[in-house]
T-cell receptor
Framework: NAGVTQTPKFQVLKTGQSMTLQCAQD?????MYWYRQDPGMGLRLIYY???????DKGEVPNGYNVSRLNKREFSLRLESAAPSQTSVYFC?????????????FGPGTRLTVL | KQEVTQIPAALSVPEGENLVLNCSFT??????LQWFRQDPGKGLTSLLL?????REQTSGRLNASLDKSSGRSTLYIAASQPGDSATYLC?????????????FGKGTTLSVSS
């Protein structure tokens, strides 16, 4: 049981380049999330997926797209990277069962856009 | 719009001291509140979950309380240890939006010296 995995761990891009951040969970959770974490800003929601086949915008969706490929995988795409997208990106999945409501986070992807 | 504030932003204490971290939120109509721990360069780990109908939760040396009417939660750490040094994040999930994401405070960075 690997939990939530993210690839890559580190990435450096030039302005205008594109890339996809991959996220997968092996816990059979319905809900998955993408956050970014910036110094002094805390974690902010980019996109989320309440279930397979659905996605919704969060607080800061501009410049990003997502795909919920199947129940396990939820990817985040930067079509044309900008320096303002330099951040640490976290993927998470959510377990709800009875009174349980636990959010599991991946280790993060540290992205630098030059 | 729900906003979550954590005070103080940073805290330094000697080993063995009991301490309290504070969290406040602007909209009392919450589904639940969670406390997380984040170690430098790592993802988030869930510590405690308090449902909206509960007043407190305990896990080992940690005790979290919730006062919805005043929009406040506290995390009490007893007999602090150097291994408790980390950033502690408070997050709320709004009622009626069970599929949506947690809204995070910016965190309190705790340093416990031996």
């Amino acid at each position: 049981n690997a939990g939530v995995t993210q690839t890559p761990k580190f990435q450096v891009l030039k302005t205008g380049q594109s890339m996809t951040l991959q996220c997968a969970q092996d816990m059979n959770h319905n809900s998955m999330y993408w956050y970014r974490q910036d110094p002094g800003m805390g974690l902010r929601l980019i996109y989320y997926s309440a279930s397979e086949g659905t996605t919704d915008k969060g607080e800061v969706p501009n410049g990003y797209n997502v795909s919920r490929l199947n129940k396990r995988e939820f990817s985040l795409r930067l079509e044309s990277a900008a320096p303002s997208q330099t951040s640490v990106y976290f993927c998470a999945s959510r377990e709800t069962a009875g009174s349980t409501d636990t959010q599991y986070f991946g280790p993060g992807t540290r992205l630098t856009v030059l | 719009k729900q906003e979550v504030t954590q005070i103080p932003a940073a805290l330094s204490v000697p080993e063995g001291e009991n301490l309290v971290l504070n969290c406040s939120f602007t909209d009392s109509a919450i589904y639940n509140l969670q406390w997380f721990r984040q170690d430098p360069g790592k993802g988030l780990t869930s510590l405690l979950l308090i449902q909206s109908s509960q007043r407190e939760q305990t896990s080992g040396r940690l005790n979290a309380s919730l006062d919805k009417s005043s929009g406040r939660s506290t995390l009490y750490i007893a007999a602090s240890q150097p291994g408790d040094s980390a950033t502690y994040l408070c997050a709320v999930r709004d009622r009626g939006q069970a599929g949506t994401a947690l809204i995070f405070g910016k965190g309190t960075t705790l340093s416990v010296s031996s």
